[in-house]
Nanobody, 125 residues
Framework: QVQLVESGGGLVQAGGSLRLSCAAS????????MGWFRQAPGKEREFVAA????????YYADSVKGRFTISRDNAKNTVYLQMNSLKLEDTAAYYC??????????????????WGQGTQVTVSS
């Protein structure tokens, strides 16, 4: 399995931006499809975005489409989540996840093999 460590979370005002990073180690990062999920207190973990191992195909939740951008740098073993126009409802712990193997329903957290420890994003008014 690949080990994942997120960073870049913090407190930001509504309308602001943050960039989350997820650094991977342990296995060949470029072989993994990557996803971002988030979980707010009292709510289930929800899909945010995913990117195929090639980097050329991305997926987004409707709630973040047009505001968030997922990208990856395989040379740096890192996946990013650029978050713009943040809203109060974006407040959550954000987790990155890695998946090996072929195509799947990237919105389903159960298909991912490895998870990071999470980074908190808090959006204030």
């Amino acid at each position: 399995q690949v080990q994942l460590v997120e960073s870049g979370g913090g407190l930001v005002q509504a309308g602001g931006s943050l960039r989350l990073s997820c650094a991977a180690s342990g296995r060949t990062f470029s072989n993994y499809d990557m996803g971002w999920f988030r979980q707010a207190p009292g709510k289930e973990r929800e899909f945010v975005a995913a990117i195929r191992w090639t980097g050329g195909i991305t997926y987004y939740a409707d709630s973040v489409k047009g505001r968030f951008t997922i990208s990856r740098d395989n040379a740096k073993n890192t996946v990013y989540l650029q978050m713009n126009s943040l809203k109060l409802e974006d407040t959550a712990a954000y987790y990155c996840a890695a998946k090996s193997g072929g195509t799947a329903n990237y919105r389903n957290p159960q298909i991912y093999n490895s998870w990071g420890q999470g980074t908190q994003v808090t959006v204030s008014s």
